[in-house]
């Protein structure tokens, strides 16, 4: 019994350890070529209280997403994270994943030529637990609904992912005989369902690309179709040209694994770095990569502006860290982390993470929320003796589950003159939030919630070391 038990345990060990390190799949970690900018837009959907303490909505994010797809008539290809109607019956909230369904099915319908691909996580079904309505009328439309094979990411949790290759992953999943209940939504789900989900792995992408005209558009976002997510705060970079194609060929990349092969051209060659304003995809790591040398390249004047869910990446923080040391104001707009579609938080990891960015003398406040997420992931440098200012944004939150090639997460650079359009639109949104007045309450100041403790700060360093942490 003790060689049996010893040789379990170095199983579990050696299996654990090989699925944390074992090649990355073709294609995680792109940087994308450098591209000439061309009909780039920031977007926004916003939220803020009144003088009555009222909620106001801005939200433009998927009225973009649905006039793109309404004038397609080629190819339409989104990757989305959150497409269901889980938690969403609540008061005031926006059908989203509805809305989306409902146009791809017209669109499709007015133009049966139209090759529609949506791409999305197995999150949606429960991981093989449950069989969406939504998923299902798309694919009776004659749509190709992909979900992402998330066997070939990395374990985010190793001390769990060493197990569940050994042993449950082979059970497969059932859609009928559930007995548990589904935390995120209405039915009944399988244990393996859970088992499932405990790797913590996901397509955390979120995109979309269509033909326009003669030409092709691409949308990245950090927004969901997800009805409890509508009154999110949210960001988006819309663009076309060659970036776009560029974000097609990420995609094809990712359906592939799923024996899925995505229509339309490939990308354009890479040219030399073009002048003026430049555009760039980067998926996973790469935009890890380019967050630090944004960071890195912010000295003695030079503002550095961020507004991001989650916030736990130990070299993405020592940067913003040496950043002020050297003299760059920096400051960042974080959410509470206390609410997650109708469950209380416990501040982690925001909360331990901005008291260190204050005794670092980070300028820190909180986006004001009541029920709803500030969702954006966005940095924003602006030079102080000239230069380009420099945007980052899209999917992945700065943590290591989002940065170190582990989720699938898209995101965009822009680089451009600090006057172009989407940069100052950009800027503007950031200010929007950051000065709070009692008719349009945004955020609030640091003091508000310094309530972090030592626990916090050693569990949420636990957590993000080891994986065993839904951030």
Not at 99 to 110: H, P, Q, S, W
Not at 186 to 194: A, E, F
Not at 363 to 374: F, I, K, M, N, S
Not at 434 to 446: A, K, L, V, Y
Request: charged share 25%; with cysteine.
């Amino acid at each position: 019994m003790a060689w049996i038990v010893t040789a379990a345990l170095a199983a579990w060990i050696a299996m654990g350890l090989w699925q944390r390190v074992k090649p990355l799949p073709e294609g995680v970690g792109v940087a994308w070529p450098q591209r000439a900018v061309d009909e780039v837009r920031f977007l926004a959907d916003e939220s803020w209280f009144d003088a009555a303490g009222e909620r106001r909505l801005e939200q433009v994010i998927f009225d973009e997403v649905l006039a793109l797809i309404g004038q397609a008539r080629r190819l339409v290809v989104l990757d989305i994270f959150l497409f269901n109607d889980f938690a969403g019956d609540a008061d005031g909230l926006r059908p989203l994943s509805a809305e989306l369904t409902d146009a791809l099915v017209e669109r499709k319908r007015d133009h049966p030529e139209l090759q529609v691909v949506v791409i999305s996580d197995p999150l949606n079904t429960l991981y093989g637990g449950i069989e969406p309505d939504h998923l299902a009328v798309l694919r009776q439309a004659g749509i190709e609904v992909v979900l992402t094979d998330l066997d070939r990411l990395r374990a985010s949790n190793p001390l769990w992912s060493g197990l569940w290759y050994l042993g449950p992953r082979w059970l497969g999943n059932s859609a009928r005989g559930g007995w548990l209940p589904n935390a995120l939504g209405p039915g009944r789900v399988t244990l393996r369902s859970y088992l499932a989900m405990l790797n913590f792995n996901a397509n955390h992408r979120k995109t979309l690309v269509v033909d326009r005209g003669e030409g092709w558009a691409g949308l990245v976002t950090s927004a969901n179709p997800h009805d409890a997510s509508s009154l999110h705060g949210n960001v988006a970079l819309r663009f076309e040209g060659a970036a776009a194609l560029d974000l097609l060929a990420s995609e094809r990349t990712v359906a592939a694994w799923s024996g899925v092969s995505l229509p339309g051209p490939g990308p354009r060659p890479a040219p030399p770095t073009p002048e003026g304003g430049r555009l760039q995809v980067l998926t996973e790591g790469a935009i890890r990569d380019a967050l630090l040398a944004a960071i890195g390249a912010s000295g003695e004047g030079d503002r550095l502006d961020l507004a991001v869910f989650y916030l736990s990446h130990r070299e993405v923080i020592e940067a913003l860290k040496r950043a002020r040391q050297r003299g760059a104001e920096v400051r960042a707009l974080l959410d509470l982390n206390r609410d997650a579609f109708g469950l209380e938080k416990g501040g982690i990891p925001n909360r331990p993470v901005a008291r260190e960015l204050v005794e670092a003398g980070i300028a820190v406040r909180w986006c004001a929320t009541r029920g709803e997420q500030c969702h954006s992931k966005l940095l924003l440098r602006r030079p102080a003796r000239g230069g380009e200012a420099e945007l980052i944004l899209g999917s992945a939150n700065f943590t290591r589950r989002n940065l170190d090639n582990l989720n699938l997460e898209t995101s965009v650079r822009l680089l451009d003159a600090p006057g172009s359009p989407a940069l100052e639109q950009a800027a503007a949104f950031f200010e929007r939030r950051w000065q709070s007045s009692p008719e349009r309450t945004t955020s609030e100041p640091f003091a508000a919630h310094d309530d972090a403790t030592v626990w916090q700060r050693w569990r949420y360093r636990i957590m993000e070391a080891t994986g065993l942490s839904t951030f």
